[in-house]
Each structure stands twice: as C-alpha cells, then as structure tokens.
C-alpha cells in the first residue's frame, strides 16, 4: 500500500499565499504522475494542477497563481499558491498514480487539506 500525507493548509487572507506538501510513501515502485484537487460542499471534484513526464498542466482558474512543483528523491509533490482569492477555499487532496510493481499501477488519495482564503 502506498501513503499520502498532506500538510500546509491553513487560514490566509485574500492576495496571500500558502504551499501545500503531500509526501508519498510506502510500497513504491514509481511514481508516474501526482495531482491537486480541490471540492468544495455541493460541487464536484475539480482538477488544480498535474505533473507528469517532466510536464504540468493547471486549471484555468489558477493558471499564473499556482505553481505544481514535485521532489522524486523525496516522492513529494508541492503546491505553491499565490494570490489567493475567496473562490480558493476548498478541501484539497493529493493524488498519485503509482506502479507498486512493474505490472500493477493504482491511483492514491491522500486525506485532504482545508484551505480557507477570507479576511
């Protein structure tokens, strides 16, 4: 089994910044991709930020704020966000797509971080 541990959520006003970490650990073969999501209640799951290959791809609605960042020695994935506005409070999540051997490969979840942007 593999484990994803976040941290770094929090409490920030609008225009302020915080950095999300999640670190992935357990029966690892490779990792070959993490993600960002974010839920808030009443809504669906939304897509933040990916990296996978050497590449990254961000919602529209971040793109210019948010910055996915990944440590393969430490099998960690980043998220830096900036500017943040009021419509960024959500629960965000950690997700890897991980081989845990070379013929089996399972998508993780990590338990979520609130992220709260008000004044």
């Known amino acids: 089994q593999v484990q994803l541990v976040e941290s770094g959520g929090g409490l920030v006003q609008p225009g302020g910044s915080l950095r999300l970490s999640c670190a992935a650990s357990g029966s690892i073969f490779r990792i070959n991709g993490m993600a960002w999501y974010r839920q808030t209640p009443g809504k669906e799951r939304e897509l933040v930020a990916i990296t996978s290959g050497g590449r990254t791809n961000y919602a529209d609605s971040v793109k210019g704020r948010f910055t996915i960042s990944r440590d393969n020695a430490k099998n960690t994935v980043y998220l830096q966000m900036n500017s943040l506005k009021p419509e960024d409070t959500a629960v965000y999540s950690c997700?890897?797509?991980?081989?845990?051997?070379?013929?089996?490969?399972?998508?993780?979840w990590g338990q979520g971080t609130q992220v709260t942007v008000s004044s």
């Open positions: 997700n890897a797509d991980v081989s845990t051997t070379l013929f089996t490969r399972t998508s993780f």
